[in-house]
């Protein structure tokens, strides 16, 4: 092509003619190049992304995206950091393509395919963050030099045709392969890179969806005809790549993307060998054989083409090893093919003649040509308005059914990005409600399990004097001495003591000397026992109960910040509040048959003893908060007197005491709730 007729595409680079509105490489209108204001695409890149990425500077522009050197904030990672161009946000084809082809992508771990880290769309500018990685393409390697030595060649495409077969091995057709899509590092890494994005944006190329997808001097026959691809696709194009490498050319040249596509379909292409005579015999026949028309006539897999340039690239000295799939002969040598046997020489025809036939072939392939594109372009319009149909009745409904529904029946569809992030939404809405139903049920099922479930008072926390007070006169015994300032947190305790049907529902037994009513408080427990029916109701229940402190029982008591300075729990007078020897009967009574302290807590006077959780000690005249007693002890806590004791035993400041496996009929307990 003429220097003074040609151009340089602003997109993709490539040379195309001056006079041209479309580039026929990248596919991109170029009227839409870009011009002096294109800086603010890039600050649109800046903002929408800043919470993610530092942008540097822009290493690459195409038809579809500008590539811009970037640094993953995060992870202070350097990235390439592919953006789609703004002009072809609004197609969803497109855009579902490209977020898919991303996270195929992503799931590609191979040396020599590159790296996808993240993808997604941030106020309207939708990327993927790539590998960063410095070095040259193919292509400009081979505008460099011209061709590539044979040594290159075999060095950078046998890693090539592994990653291929790697990626064929999990579901992945390439579609694009070319030159200019391949990167050899600064440290000789061949790399495969756009990987899967002739899927992404076959709505920018030849044409859309079910018909020609790719770049047309690297497609097959097969692509070129909108037939079914398969692996050996791929091996065709990667064929071109090598014919490439090692003559500085392509087999198949035209002015026009139709003119080229009938040469790949119908021409035998030169014998790479022809234009470079350095070019070893056997690679010669690899090349063709990559470039067959028919399918089953090329390498079966890309793993076989793997291995046959990398066998022969470290034996090619040895004249008597041979590659796979290629028929022996000279390391120099190429034979054309014989004509069939028994056919006649054909007779020149005359120029006239030959035009007319030729003038005749083009009208009847163009026609052909025209009626499939026409017939595919009619059905695929229908299947897009099927399609859009039914994504309308899935955002009508927006179900998980609807938007499974859509994606089963168009995997590949228009909104595939929009229902699958609608999908995943709807899911994660109805996993949030799951779980929500599922910790309210477990949270009442133990509240069912709770047998203390609204029984606990809410106590708040305050200072008092605890000890032998002037309400309690001569009664008092040494043990209640000194009095002292206690300051407490806010708590709750049971308003009842522990029932005997209460500690059953937990322990499964019934321990108590008197055997009879459920209703009275559970006796003939030990400190030690106790401790075993609080652990398996804090399992039972997911709450925390314990036993109260000696201040948080005397406090509580005394009624708390409404305390009225009664001598027992909620009056001057026993009978009123509690019961004791001199109204027993010699036994206990139900819960709730005796009048409530000022803060409606029953029987703290009376009815049985109540452990307490500190160790029995000698009182200190210093301020305290919060105390738990001595640090250790032979005997823990009793408060409250019994139906066995008489009036001095059921005084609010009265100590008592137990060895903790004291189980005695006289003693019971009532529970505390932490906060």
Known sequence: MNAQNTKT????????????????HCGTMLTDAPVSGAMSGITLVKQALASRYELQAEIGRGGMATVYRAVQKNLNRPVALKVIHQNLVHDSEFLARFHREAQVCASLQHNHIVTVYDEGEIGGVHFMAMELLDGFDLHQLIRRQGKLTVEQTLTWITPIADALEYAHNRGIIHRDIKSSNILVTRDGRPVLMDFGIAHAASGTRLTQTGLVIGTPEYM?????????????????????????????????????????????????????????SDIPGWLNKVVLQCLAKRQEERFGDALELAHTLGKTQQSASHASRKPLNVTPGSSHEYTEPAPKSGLPPQKPKKSGSGWKTFAWLLFIVLLALGGMYGYNYYQEQETRKAEQVMYSQALNMNTIQEYTHYLNKYPNGMYWYKASKKLEALKEQERLEEKRIAAEKKAEEKRRNDPFNGQMVFIQGGTFTMGCTAEQGSDCWNKEKPAHRVSLS?????????????WRDIMGSNPSYFKNCDNC????????????????????????????????????????????GYKYSGSN??????????????KTHPIRTKNANELGLYDMSGNVYEWCSDWFGSYSSNSQTNPRGPSSGSRRVLRGGSWYYGVRYCRISSRGSGTPGDGSHVIGFRLVLVL
């Open 9 to 24: 595409c602003p997109y993709c680079g490539e040379e195309i003619k001056s006079i041209a509105i479309k580039c026929k």
């Open 490 to 502: 806010n708590f709750y305790i049971g308003k009842y003591e522990v029932t005997k049907k209460q």
């Open 521 to 564: 408080p559970v006796e003939s427990v030990s400190w030690n026992d106790i401790q075993k029916f609080i652990k398996k109701l804090n399992q039972k229940t997911g709450k925390t109960y314990r036993l109260p402190t000696e201040a948080e029982w005397e406090y509580a008591a005394r009624g708390g910040n409404n305390s009225r």
């Open 573 to 586: 007078n026993l009978d009123n509040v509690g019961w004791y020897n001199g109204n027993s009967g010699s």
């Open 220 to 276: 097959s026959p097969e692509q070129a005809e909108g037939k079914t691809i398969d692996r050996r696709t791929d091996i065709y194009s990667l064929g071109i790549v090598l014919y490439e490498c090692l003559t500085g050319q392509l087999p198949f040249k035209a002015d026009n993307p139709l003119s080229i596509i009938m040469k790949v379909v119908n021409e035998a292409p030169q014998p790479p060998i022809h234009l470079n």
